[in-house]
RNA sequence: GGACUCCGUUAUAUGAUCGCGGUGCGCGAGAGCGCAAUGAGGAAAGUCCGAGCAUCACAGAGCAGGAUAGCUGAUAACGUCAGCCGAGGGCGACCUUAGGGCAAGUGCAACAGAAAAAAUACCGCAGCGAAAGCUGUAAGGGUGGAAUGGCGAGGUAAGAGCUCACCGGAGUGCGGGAGACCGCACUGCCGUGUAAACCCUAUCCGAUGCAACACCGAUUGGUGCGGAGAGCAACGCGUCUGCUCGGCGCGCUUCGUUGAAAGGUGGCUUGACCCUGCCGGCGACGGCAGGGCUAGAUAGAUGAUCAUACACGACAGAACUCGGCUUAUCGACGGAGUCCGAAU
RNA sequence: UGGGGCGUCGCCAAGCGGUAAGGCAGUGGACUCUGACUCCACCAUUCCGAGGGUUCAAAUCCUUCCGCCCCAA
């Protein structure tokens, strides 16, 4: 891992499935009614983004739909997580069968609301 | 005006801001940055068929297994499509159709019924007989999905293709057609159904799939496993514990083994392609000319917010690529035609 | 992406052309002072996952969908 920090990419992608079972067993649960997020601190560099969209979320548009969403929502709040705290973490979003009906402003606003309070 | 039939097109649009993917150009040592144009479907889906492509196997032929089943054509090929034939449905436009062979053989036909394919006769009918019964019958009744072709007349003791007409079916001949098949004539009086039962006949089929496969890369490198050592000083993780302290293990070094499995690149989009016009063909489709380049990701790109308009937006997201089939789908529009009613 | 399999009563299931066994559970009754055990009876409404077809007749044969599970990576 580089630690060039880029004005351009402000989060990196999680993609080995270690990661994700790491996170699943150790990571900090919060549960509301669009997501499930686990949260888990890391040492440096950029926040990391890993989300899930199983089977039960429904057909591939509305798992798209799902992952489209909570991306746009992680990519506008992501400079806010930055201020709060110098620290960096590892997010695994988990969408619900609700997901795709969220608007992405609801979706920001639980994150703000339950995911932010968290880091510290 | 009403009720329908068939065919085709389309699948929110426009603008602004912020983002994403690869491509081109420019800048930069590099990471990357800037600009530009561009970026999901009619089904992208189900994976039900058929091909391309790749690797392996392969002298030839056959068996087994599987698929298909009217004819002629279209096609790279098909279980697809077109036209036609037969059958069925509709007043009609038109629609539906797995549609070879039970007269090669075998099997099955429950219950009911006398009898279910081999023969026979329950109630009957007629003759003989005092009666029991014997003989002749299969018209009628009854059972069943199906009962020895149907119906009428003659005939007869009563009956029967016993005889005749018409119809159905079979055989032969003639004519028409590319053929399926159709038409006519004659002969003759005929063993039911089931092959989406086994089977027979004809035709076709090697296997596996892009996660295929090819290349790069070779000891200061790298995947997994095991052994040994150092250090738990710091940091992170695991574990022992309800928590803290603390202990142990992993990371680090080294040896052995594994030997391309890992990683990267290609395959990956110029193709049986798309658009327009002309020609051939009833049509599926084919030919010629001109023009076009139109996603290529790899944890997986199309989004978010705002504004405007209206019909207020259905089903739904490429993953090697094509040709079909099947299924899902809010609607909108166009063309051709049929029937009924009214008026002229 | 490719391949294979299964859907039958509330649960576990047999049946694979002739009208749906059995067990558990449930309901009613008998036995008992009462309960358990045991015994008897009832329980699939022509809806065997759904639609269409073949057949005289389909849970069974053919076909198209739906749902679930497994395997290769």
Same mark, same amino acid.
């Given at each position: !891992?580089?630690?060039? #920090?880029?004005? $351009? %990419?402000?989060?990196?992608?999680?993609?080995? @499935?270690?990661?994700?079972?790491?996170? /699943?067993?150790? &990571?900090?649960?919060?549960?509301?009614?669009? /997501?499930?997020?686990? +949260?888990? #601190? *890391?040492?440096? &560099?950029? @926040? *990391?983004?890993? +989300?899930?969209? &199983?089977?039960?979320?429904?057909?591939?548009?509305? *798992?798209? $739909? =799902?992952?489209?969403?909570?991306?746009?929502?992680?990519?506008?709040?992501?400079?806010? /997580?930055?201020?709060?705290? @110098?620290?960096?973490?590892?997010?695994?979003?988990? =969408?619900?069968? %609700?997901? #795709?009906? /969220?608007?992405?402003?609801? +979706?920001?606003?639980? !994150?703000? *609301?339950?995911?932010? #309070?968290?880091?510290?």
């Amino acid at each position: !891992m580089t630690a060039v #920090p880029d004005q $351009r %990419k402000r989060y990196a992608v999680i993609k080995s @499935n270690r990661d994700f079972t790491y996170l /699943f067993k150790k &990571g900090e649960c919060v549960v509301c009614g669009g /997501f499930v997020c686990y +949260i888990k #601190p *890391r040492r440096a &560099g950029k @926040n *990391r983004l890993g +989300i899930v969209t &199983g089977k039960k979320v429904g057909n591939a548009v509305k *798992r798209n $739909r =799902a992952r489209r969403i909570i991306r746009e929502a992680f990519r506008l709040i992501d400079p806010v /997580f930055k201020e709060k705290t @110098n620290r960096r973490f590892d997010f695994v979003f988990v =969408a619900r069968a %609700k997901t #795709p009906t /969220f608007k992405m402003q609801q +979706i920001y606003n639980l !994150m703000s *609301r339950n995911v932010l #309070p968290k880091l510290q």
